[in-house]
Structures are given as structure tokens and as C-alpha cells.
């Protein structure tokens, strides 16, 4: 269907910024919403930031919203998560989904996830 591949992940300090890319293969970008969710240890996979097949609707998880912004490059079939801000509560491993709709990325297809460790 389609592979997805998480980079961009790293060891930080509160306030810093990192970019996450997620690379699609397969079918196009294009065809599918995308989004990023994260797990941290011991907690239940969270929705981050998703983003519809266009770019034309976003969508944010309250405790990111106004830092971390979602986008993509169709023409590269990347998907983008811009993390400003970081707080440790951030610390998890965040993986990319792509999936027919926006509200459906739960059920689609994962990356092998990349790790944001965020300190205070």
C-alpha cells in the first residue's frame, strides 16, 4: 500500500525545535491523508497533528496547537511535523500514519517510528 519512514527525531532541551519527516514509497502522498500520532512509555498512542490529502485542512491535538505545525510536500511525498517549543511532556516515540481520511488515520499504515526526547 504504502511505506512510510519517520526521521528527524533526537535528544533535546525544553524550548528547542525539532522537524520531522516522514517519507512515503509506494502509491503517491497525494492519495492519502497523513498525520503524525506518538506514544510515550507506558501511555496509550496519541494523536499530534493530521492533515488532509490537498493540505487544505489541518487539524492539532490541544496541547500542540500554536507550537507544532503540520505540512506537506506532495512533489516529494514528504510529510512534515515542525515542533517548536518542546516541553518533556513531548518525549515520545512519534510515528507517521497515512490513511484515505483524516479521521480514519488510526486505522492505516504506520512508520517504524522515530524518538523525540525532550529534557528539562
Known amino acids: 500500500q504504502v511505506q512510510l519512514v519517520e526521521s528527524g527525531g533526537g535528544l533535546v532541551q525544553a524550548g528547542d525545535s525539532l522537524r520531522l519527516s516522514c517519507a512515503a514509497s509506494g502509491r503517491t502522498v497525494s492519495s492519502y491523508a497523513m498525520g503524525w500520532f506518538r506514544r510515550a512509555p507506558g501511555k496509550e498512542r496519541e494523536f499530534v497533528a493530521g492533515i488532509t490529502r490537498s493540505g487544505g485542512s489541518t487539524r492539532y491535538a490541544d496541547s500542540v496547537k500554536g507550537r507544532f505545525t503540520i505540512s506537506r510536500d506532495n512533489a516529494k511525498n514528504t510529510v512534515y511535523l515542525q515542533m517548536n517549543s518542546l516541553k518533556p511532556e513531548d518525549s515520545a516515540v512519534y510515528y507517521c500514519?497515512?490513511?484515505?481520511?483524516?479521521?480514519?488515520?488510526?486505522?492505516?499504515?504506520w512508520g517504524q517510528g522515530t524518538q523525540v526526547t525532550v529534557s528539562s
Open positions: 500514519a497515512a490513511d484515505t481520511t483524516i479521521v480514519t488515520l488510526h486505522l492505516g499504515s
